[in-house]
């Protein structure tokens, strides 16, 4: 089971971290992936970390975002830097226990609650 928090309102050029803490098993057997969806639109693929330590982002984040592992706390966490406004999405995080690892919806079977990230600008 996992349960993403860390969402908020904030402004253009701020940071957040989101955290995905997972319960009932151990991150390091699975593939983290974080998504997220804009009103409106798909669920886009964010950033994941594999169970191998491997991590993969997608361009738009490259370089803003940073996601890491702390198995002692079975959480994973995504470091939001420079956000933008159209960062603006409900964030979701999903395991996926089945490598190599993935970058669609379909590949993740457990997913959490999201959070909200709103970025004014």
């Known amino acids: 089971q996992l349960q993403a928090s860390g969402g908020g309102l904030v402004q253009a050029g701020e940071s957040l971290t989101l955290s995905c803490a997972a319960s009932g098993g151990s991150v390091r057997r699975y593939t983290i992936g974080w998504f997220r969806q804009a009103p409106g639109k798909e669920h886009e693929f964010v950033a994941a970390f594999g169970w191998s330590g491997n991590t993969k982002y997608t361009d738009p984040v490259k370089g803003r975002f940073t996601i890491s592992r702390d198995n002692a706390k079975n959480t994973v966490y995504l470091q939001m830097n420079s956000l933008k406004p159209e960062d603006t999405a409900v964030y979701y995080c999903?395991?996926?226990?089945?490598?190599?690892?993935?970058?669609?919806?379909?590949?993740?079977?457990?997913w959490g609650q999201g959070t909200l990230v709103t970025v004014s600008s």
């Open positions: 999903a395991s996926d226990p089945r490598p190599p690892m993935s970058v669609v919806v379909s590949g993740y079977d457990s």
